[in-house]
């Protein structure tokens, strides 16, 4: 008899449907090895967490619900942040609660209030999007990024900051200095940038944008 410890996954899935304990649905016509390849698919589709990052000593509570963060005249790069939130299975989070907060242009964090700060639910499927600006860069923390705390019901309350791939800290190669200086704990939290030109009749400028799906894990 085989030891069940020592069974590997596709052993376990064959046990389960020969002994019953998994079965297949009605007018099914897959064989243990298809069935199996199929539950592998399925898996290798499902999303993986968003990685926990530092939290940070500058949190406030209760920001103002606010997708605008950008005051017109504030100095540095217009940023648009946007996204989902979901779950490891690619599903709509319910009565999700996004903390966001960062920097200014100049690196200064507005501690007395709540100057890029906010605190939302997601849209109905799931969306979030942000106007604001790049932040600026501070020695404590020399890489630009934005801060993000996630809680749900029924899920674990992430912590995780973003980091801008364009961002000269890490000197243009971020396979090679995405740890640099141990800022970054993860190489996936440091995003791609993409740069639009906004054009007009008597105006010149660019924005740019950046794309963060958070993936919470269940409780």
């Not at 923390?141 to 000269?168: C, I, K, N, W």
């Not at 440091?190 to 794309?211: C, G, K, Q, R, Y």
Request: hydrophobic letters at 40%; charged letters at 20%.
């Amino acid at each position: 008899m085989n030891d069940p410890a020592k069974l590997n996954r596709r052993q376990v899935l064959e046990l389960c449907i020969s002994r019953g304990l998994l079965a297949l649905a009605a007018g099914s016509v897959l064989l243990p090895k298809q069935l199996f390849a199929a539950w592998q698919q399925a898996e290798q589709q499902a999303l993986k967490p968003t990685p926990h990052e530092a939290f940070g000593p500058l949190f406030l509570k209760d920001a103002p619900n606010q997708r605008v963060l950008r005051a017109p005249g504030d100095p540095g790069v217009p940023l648009k942040v946007s996204g989902r939130v979901l779950n490891t299975k690619g599903q709509v989070v319910e009565a999700a609660v996004v903390d966001f907060w960062q920097a200014d242009h100049r690196g200064l964090y507005d501690t007395h209030g709540y100057r890029y700060r906010t605190r939302f639910t997601p849209g109905e499927g799931g969306e979030y999007g942000i106007d604001t600006v790049i932040p600026g860069h501070y020695p404590d923390r020399p890489a630009q990024h934005l801060h993000y705390m996630v809680a749900a019901p029924g899920h674990r309350t992430l912590v995780t900051e973003s980091y801008f791939a364009t961002d000269p800290f890490f000197e243009g190669n971020i396979d090679k200095n995405w740890n640099k200086q141990g800022i970054a704990e993860h190489k996936e939290m440091i995003l791609p940038v993409s740069l639009f030109e906004n054009a007009s009749a008597d105006n010149h400028s660019m924005h740019a944008e950046i794309t963060l799906d958070i993936v919470l894990e269940k409780a």
